[in-house]
């Protein structure tokens, strides 16, 4: 039996998730590797019963999700996602009714989110928060309603399954999807959502690839992205991160700011006004 649907207006607990800067995907089908994706360093791991599950063993899935859930202690279950199948598919109605049986599930995704109510309904059921993966051209003209629908954690790109929608092919620096990126974050930002979360770098042993991609995140304003392999996690984080040259330009401005009593002043010949001491205000923050 499903719960009372939350209102619409009540607001969701404090989460680590909404600080979360690496999202590791594990498959469900394999158990044997949810230690190992916990030990990875990753700041929550995401148990994927979707695209990393073949057709046939997706009850198996779920049911050793289930098996699993016993084991995973405190300090461990609010880290952990479960990724269910889209609504519509086969799956999706088991997928979330097994998730009400997972006490202290830090979040569900919901891939595909192409409206608010898809949000809302997940939200109502699982009483845990939802991050949606915006993943289709429905999604992306849907982002600022999914955005502010009840019981949302913040915004996730979908950008592999986004490009075959869009029928677009992306270079290298995937320029393509700029304003998709601009407008993710916008949307985040006008609802009061943590900084969204970017897509995968299908690329699991390039680590200067890594780096350009989750630089390109955090230039977009991105806060977090989605790994597919343990050892992209360190590369996130590193690259995501204020560098040693941004924090102390920070610690820089700040100290002027005191030394300045308020007045006009400048930091290495350049002007400093409110703005910029917000900017720097926010680079320490994020360190």
Not at 119 to 143: D, F, T
Not at 147 to 175: K, M, N, Y
Not at 178 to 200: E, F, Q, T
Request: some cysteine; proline content about 9%.
């Amino acid at each position: 039996m499903h719960s009372q649907p939350a209102s619409p207006t009540q607001s969701l607990p404090p989460s680590n998730l909404a600080q979360a800067r690496s999202f590791l995907f594990v498959p469900g089908n394999r158990p044997e590797r949810f230690a190992k994706a916990l030990a990875s360093g990753a700041d929550a791991v995401i148990i994927d019963l979707e695209d990393a599950v073949p057709l046939d063993a997706k009850d198996a899935a779920r049911a050793a999700l289930a098996q699993a859930w016993p084991d995973f202690d405190a300090d461990q279950r609010p880290r952990l996602l479960v990724r269910v199948n889209p609504v519509g598919t086969p799956w999706h109605e088991a997928d979330m009714a097994a998730l009400c049986h997972l006490p202290g599930l830090g979040a569900l995704m919901l891939p595909k989110a192409e409206n608010p109510q898809q949000l809302e309904h997940a939200y109502s059921v699982c009483r845990v928060p939802v991050l949606p993966l915006i993943e289709s051209a429905e999604g992306v003209g849907q982002m600022e309603p999914i955005a502010r629908a009840a019981g949302v954690l913040r915004l996730g790109l979908g950008h592999i399954d986004l490009q075959a929608d869009l029928r677009i092919t992306c270079g290298p620096d995937e320029a393509e999807l700029a304003p998709i990126r601009l407008a993710m974050v916008v949307a985040s930002r006008r609802a009061h959502l943590p900084a969204p979360v970017d897509g995968v770098t299908t690329a699991t042993q390039d680590a200067e690839v890594l780096a350009e991609d989750a630089q390109r995140s955090r230039r977009f304003g991105f806060g977090a992205k989605l790994c597919i392999h343990p050892a992209q996690v360190a590369g996130v984080h590193q690259a995501l991160a204020p560098t040693d040259a941004e924090c102390d330009w920070a610690r820089r401005v700040l100290a002027a700011e005191v030394a300045a009593g308020g007045g006009a002043f400048s930091v290495d010949g350049k002007m400093v006004d409110p703005p910029v001491l917000l900017l720097a205000r926010n680079v320490l923050r994020e360190r």
